[in-house]
């Protein structure tokens, strides 16, 4: 599934940091049934290639599949050797963005300023990540929805919940990235079911 796709369907990608290969598919399912599309393995957890593997050789069909903290051209280069199709970036990295692009690999940089934006966007980009996004604001992403293209996707991400979507949308979020509100390493697939069923409501509103 495209990133596109997936968050037409639901404006929400998982972050699961420091999920292992080994419960990686189990809340992948979760996070399926409950309705995210999305999932980010940040490739600071345990084997993440591995994770990304299992999750997409499983679920690629109907869900968009990647890496977080993608620092390097190398590091997209081994995303998309095990089927990843989205890279996301704490940064704005030309390098990342250039080659995610050249593997038909959707880039989404960190930013947090125009200046970082338009450079993202320059590179070609049409993902930006607002991170951290609570340290900003929904009142800073409405000023800069104001200068950036309509097609523009920015994700809020950090510091984001359920409680806070509905304000990040009317500032201009179209795509948001949760952590902790999703997935702690550790907790149990009732837990993940429990948090994903609440998030999707939460963004059922939004439409």
Known sequence: MTLDDALAQCPVVAI???ITPDEALDHAQAL????????EVP????????????ITEAFGDRMAVGAGTVLTAD?????????????????????????????????????????????????????????????YGPGHLKQLKAVLPPEAV????????PDSL??????????????GELYRPGQSVAETVRKARRVVEAA????
């Open 16 to 18: 699961v940091r420091g």
């Open 32 to 39: 399926f049934e409950a309705g995210v599309l999305g999932v």
């Open 43 to 54: 490739l600071n957890s345990p084997d993440p290639l591995e994770s990304i593997r299992q």
């Open 75 to 135: 590091q997209v280069d081994a995303v998309a050797a095990v089927g990843g199709r989205v890279v996301v970036s704490p940064n704005t990295s030309r390098d990342v963005i250039s080659r995610a692009i050249a593997l038909k690999v959707d880039p989404a940089p960190g930013f947090a300023t125009a200046t970082e934006a338009f450079q993202a966007l320059g590179a070609g980009a049409r993902h930006l990540k607002l991170f951290p996004a609570a340290t």
């Open 154 to 161: 920015v994700w809020a991400v950090g510091g984001v919940g």
């Open 166 to 179: 509905a304000d990040w949308w009317a500032a201009g979020a179209r795509a948001f990235g949760l952590g």
């Open 204 to 207: 059922r509103v939004l439409r």
